[in-house]
């Protein structure tokens, strides 16, 4: 069955940098669509980036110029640098995957993906 495990989150100071990596089994990873996520709490969840099977990304304004989305399909991983980190990037940041193409203005609306890892904590203080 399809899993995600998602590593590399961790406390950082602000304006530092963290790379998340998520590790994808069990499917073909190359062909599904793949978006990182965030929460922080009492907040919704929110879609930060997201990569097309053919590497086509998205990105929330809010990280527009300072994250960047990145598959390695030879390796099955999916990762998000995250560089200039503020304090509102606080949140518990997942992966998701979905088998099929998500229209580009979709792409970061949660409900189209099908598969969700469990999360890694990101925590960056002032």
């Known amino acids: 069955q399809v899993q995600l495990v998602e590593s590399g989150g961790g406390s950082v100071q602000s304006g530092e940098s963290l790379r998340l990596s998520c590790a994808a089994s069990?499917?073909?990873?190359?062909?599904?669509?793949m978006g990182w996520f965030r929460q922080a709490p009492g907040k919704e969840r929110e879609g930060v980036a997201a990569?097309?099977?053919?590497?086509?990304?998205r990105y929330a304004t809010s990280v527009k110029g300072r994250f960047t989305i990145s598959r390695d399909n030879a390796k099955n991983t999916l990762y998000l640098q995250m560089n200039g980190l503020k304090p509102e990037d606080t949140a518990m940041y997942s992966c998701?995957?979905?088998?099929?193409?998500?229209?580009?203005?979709?792409?970061?609306?949660?409900?189209?993906?099908?598969?969700w890892g469990q999360g890694t904590q990101v925590t960056v203080s002032s």
């Open positions: 998701a995957a979905r088998g099929s193409y998500i229209w580009p203005e979709r792409r970061l609306t949660g409900n189209e993906y099908a598969y």
């Open positions: 069990g499917y073909t990873f190359s062909a599904y669509s």
């Open positions: 990569i097309g099977s053919d590497g086509s990304t």
